[in-house]
């Protein structure tokens, strides 16, 4: 497919697909800086508001599962049209919304966008380019996947200091239309539909399982009993979903994928990367805000630094990936992870802003290291014709893990009576993710030609 599109085309569904992209990733974070404001502004509790951050990220672990057979049952055009109208409906129900409940319906639609468009974005990014370019290509997908939930909530801080939080919505909605209308003219179709049906049992049993599970998170911080009977109801609907995947002749989702070495092992890898990066994004500008005092502008603008550097060092490290694999980076990444973790675990409301701006633009610049080498080395053994399921499958755990990230995160902190205290908790349970990174990539290179 990468030799039948010409350089053109390519460069327009590039262009497209990863700036749509962007713009919903940047969504899913620009609420970060912004749950203070509207915990205040609507009345609601801080584990009401924040649904919106978590339940943006558990909606697109529930809806992820099903790009795989929209990408094969619909042509590109048609998923790619659809998704951002989606996304662009989202918006402007955020831009109008009147309370807290408008609001969450806002942001769970534009999860619903988020969720296939991640996975389309990728499988696009993986068959349009020969497999030579693979790490360069993920490399730009990991710095739009990276970069985006990172920018987001410097964008908001400085659109909150001049305007209400319906203007994270409003100011947004121009470029998604714009998006759009761009797409309608030129975006060309490069996939056929296929004859795939839809497997309704295996779509029910995906939702209700992965919705009960994701959401007991939630429960367990109100009531124990009831969060672990949601968990372990969801988690056997999701047994029962796996095992009927592996039976059928077209799965909604190829399970079997898992086991390649390669794309199990690096994509856990990836998911732990991006479970440090979404946890620590939400607990800093939370702590800056309650416990320092600071606003909301002041807040994204620490994250700003990080975020340019994200951006950066994954473009770098896509293109190091393609040259010598991901042995240095992904140590050198984890690395630098932990030594930026040093500030944090200390932290107080004395921590001077710019100790805690420059140890977080490092721990970003570690972050890169890792997950863009990691996801081009987890899909190096998947074929083509399975790269949408990869890329489902990738996108799931990843989206699932960081809600589990965040909820946990959030829980820690307020667990003691100072949140200073509770936000050095959190940040140790950052260490322990990259310390299991660590041990997943050292077993994997351990024995790197067994499958």
Aim: proline share 4%; aromatic share 10%.
């Amino acid at each position: 497919m990468s030799s039948e599109m010409s350089k053109h085309k390519r460069t327009i569904v590039t262009a497209l697909v990863l700036i749509s992209t962007f713009f919903n990733l940047a969504s899913q974070t620009m609420m970060v800086t912004a749950l203070p404001v509207i915990q205040h502004t609507l009345h609601v509790s801080l584990t009401s508001a924040q649904w919106l951050t978590t339940g943006y990220m558990l909606i697109i672990g529930i809806v992820t599962p099903l790009s795989s057979n929209l990408y094969d049952k619909y042509t590109n055009r048609q998923v790619f049209l659809t998704t951002t109208a989606v996304f662009i409906l989202g918006i402007l129900l955020g831009s109008f919304a009147a309370n807290f409940w408008m609001l969450l319906a806002a942001r769970l639609l534009q999860a619903c966008a988020g969720g296939i468009l991640m996975s389309f974005q990728m499988t696009t990014m993986v068959t349009i380019y020969p497999a030579e370019k693979r790490g360069t290509v993920l490399g730009m997908s990991g710095l739009v996947i990276s970069s985006g939930p990172a920018i987001g909530p410097t964008i908001a801080g400085v659109i909150l200091n001049y305007f209400n939080w319906h203007y994270l919505f409003i100011l947004l909605l121009p470029f998604a239309l714009l998006i759009w209308i761009i797409a309608y003219l030129v975006f060309p179709n490069y996939s056929e539909k296929r004859q795939v049906k839809i497997d309704l049992l295996s779509v029910f049993l995906s939702l209700i399982g992965s919705g009960l599970a994701l959401a007991s998170l939630t429960v367990f911080q109100q009531n124990f009993w009831g969060g672990l009977v949601m968990l372990v109801v969801g988690g056997a609907i999701l047994a029962i979903f796996a095992r009927r995947q592996l039976k059928l002749s077209e799965p909604m989702l190829r399970i079997e994928l898992l086991k390649l070495r390669s794309f199990r092992m690096l994509t856990f890898v990836g998911v732990l990367a991006f479970m440090v990066l979404i946890g620590t994004e939400q607990i800093i500008p939370i702590f800056v805000e309650s416990a320092a005092g600071l606003s909301s502008m002041h807040a994204g603008l620490i994250l700003l630094p990080g975020a340019i550097a994200n951006a950066l060092f994954a473009a770098l490290a896509g293109r190091y990936y393609d040259a010598h694999g991901p042995k240095l980076m992904i140590s050198l990444g984890v690395a630098l992870m932990l030594i930026a973790t040093i500030p944090f675990i200390t932290i107080n409301v004395q921590t001077p802003i710019w100790l805690i701006t420059c140890a977080y633009m490092v721990r970003m610049i570690g972050n890169s290291l890792v997950f863009s080498p990691a996801m081009s080395e987890a899909f190096k053994d998947v074929e083509v014709l399975h790269v949408s399921h990869a890329t489902a499958l990738n996108n799931a755990f990843r989206q699932v893990a960081a809600a589990v990230s965040v909820t946990v995160m959030i829980v820690i902190a307020d667990i003691p009576a100072s949140f200073v205290t509770g936000t050095r908790l959190a940040i140790w349970f950052t260490v322990l993710l990259l310390l299991i990174t660590e041990i997943i990539f050292y077993l994997y290179l351990k024995s790197p030609q067994k499958k």
